[in-house]
């Protein structure tokens, strides 16, 4: 009877690197001139920005009544992507906390570009509800603190009072988590220049000196803010149902949202991270370092959390049913058949239908397939909140006042120019910041073993900066 052999494990990182080539590969796209793809990624990324900063300029100065919001629908486009931003920052938060707790090693490839996609997200869908104030100067009124003008308080009954702490909250402890990772890399991309750029990296990184006992404060450090961002994720996107759950409205008012967004905001921000990966790994040439298996683990969690989307779609549906409440009956009955069936229609088929095929393999492991899947899955998303917010005020208690809404110019110029915004911030950072965790990399490179870098690696040390930094070396 012969011995059962255990399968291999597939290697973290492809082409058997030394610790010295895993440095020079992730830290010399921040040292050498942007190859043509960035050129023109960034040249396109731009563009969509300066039509956000139109888009902006033209809504502070004439107001908010240049978008086609009317008595019937008072949140439009601007709620729906200030929603739909939200739930794309969530899958950073995922994946640098949560995994980092259970120790997946396959996190370490993407952690780095989702904790950007993190911050860079949440900076895009916070302007949406200080935009819809009108007067965006007066945004201070929404923060409680004393002040001179006597008992003016926030309403803290308002769920969009809770937003405020709760999006603030998100991105103070996601921007430490995400800071404190590049710390030891912005040490060694110190070590490796000169002059001033030598003095800005030692300014970031702290005066890191790879000692023990900075190893030790980062590692726990680290464990801490990923046991702080852990409930947030859970916390920040129940908290925006809060938003349409607290209301009395029909289609809205159900228990089943704030598991339901937050299983939503999972799926459309790891469907993102794919986006950003596909992109990145063919831009900087990092396909060696995000490998099939990183675009295979991240799609298993997109077909789970799509289907776990779909389920919620089916008991939203059996609930209003099931109620024999006629106003909520009626609500899904628009949904479907109203006068925006094509949202929902789009909804369905791309958050629900489309994700079904990564039960293939050959599908899970096609890098094609997956980018543009990843853009159906967020599109799906976006069609998501639109059939929330829009269809479900379009049609309220008195058919006197129903109405229809289209976006004007204005308000698809925001949106666009936030992804163009979205996209500078996410090129420029790859350009200052390696996009993979060369310190994370080594360090489980190191604790692990060959089977996760290949048979004929060979570990030995970086050749600069010897007795000062090496980065996986604890």
């Given at each position: ?82 929603v739909w931003w939200v739930g794309i920052g969530h899958a ?282 990843s853009i159906f899955v967020n599109i799906g998303m976006w ?21 229809y809404y289209a976006p004007t110019w204005v308000e698809i ?62």
């Open positions: 009877m012969s011995a059962v052999v255990s399968p291999i494990r597939e290697p973290l990182i492809e082409g058997n690197k030394t610790y010295h080539q895993i440095t020079e590969d992730i830290c010399s796209p921040t040292e050498k001139a942007p190859g043509m793809a960035w050129v023109m990624a960034f040249l396109v990324a731009i563009s969509l920005l300066a039509v956000y900063i139109f888009s902006l300029g033209w809504t502070v100065w004439n107001g908010i009544g240049t978008w086609d919001l009317n008595r019937t629908i008072g949140w439009g486009w601007d709620i729906t992507n200030f950073g938060t995922l994946i640098s906390a949560i995994l980092l707790l259970f120790r997946q090693k396959w996190r370490t490839g993407v952690n780095r570009a989702a904790e950007a996609m993190t911050i860079f997200a949440v900076v895009c869908a916070g302007q949406f509800p200080l935009i819809h104030m009108g007067r965006v100067w007066l945004a201070f009124f929404i923060f409680p603190y004393p002040n001179t003008r006597g008992p003016l308080w926030v309403n803290f009954n308002s769920p969009l009072l809770w937003d405020v702490f709760a999006i603030s909250t998100y991105l103070t402890v996601s921007l430490l988590f995400w800071y404190t990772g590049l710390v030891p890399d912005f040490a060694t991309l110190r070590d490796r220049s000169k002059g001033f750029r030598r003095k800005i990296y030692n300014l970031f990184s702290f005066g890191w000196t790879g000692a023990g006992k900075h190893w030790q404060r980062w590692e726990s450090l680290s464990l801490i803010l990923a046991g702080l961002s852990t409930p947030l994720v859970l916390s920040v996107h129940t908290i925006v149902s809060f938003d349409f759950a607290t209301s009395v409205i029909p289609g809205w008012h159900t228990t089943i949202f704030p598991p339901y967004f937050v299983a939503g905001a999972i799926f459309s921000g790891f469907a993102m991270v794919q986006t950003l990966m596909v992109i990145t790994r063919k831009i900087l040439k990092l396909q060696q370092y995000i490998t099939l298996e990183h675009i295979e683990s991240m799609n298993k969690v997109i077909l789970l959390t799509g289907t776990m989307v779909g389920v919620a779609y089916l008991t939203e549906l059996f609930i209003s049913w099931y109620s024999g409440y006629i106003y909520e009956q009626y609500a899904f009955y628009n949904r479907v058949l109203g006068p925006y069936w094509w949202s929902y229609v789009g909804m369905m088929a791309c958050n629900v239908i489309s994700p079904q095929f990564f039960w293939v393999k050959k599908y899970r492991r096609s890098v094609v397939f997956t980018f543009f899947m069609f998501e909140r639109f059939v929330i917010i829009a269809t479900t005020l379009a049609r309220d208690y008195l058919p006197s006042s129903w109405s110029g925001l949106f666009v120019g936030t992804l163009g915004l979205f996209f500078t911030l996410y090129l420029i950072f790859t350009r200052v910041a390696p996009v993979i965790a060369v310190a994370e990399i080594k360090s489980i490179l190191k604790s692990a073993g060959d089977q996760y870098v290949g048979p004929n690696a060979t570990h030995h040390h970086d050749d600069h900066g010897k007795g000062k930094v090496h980065a996986g070396t604890h």
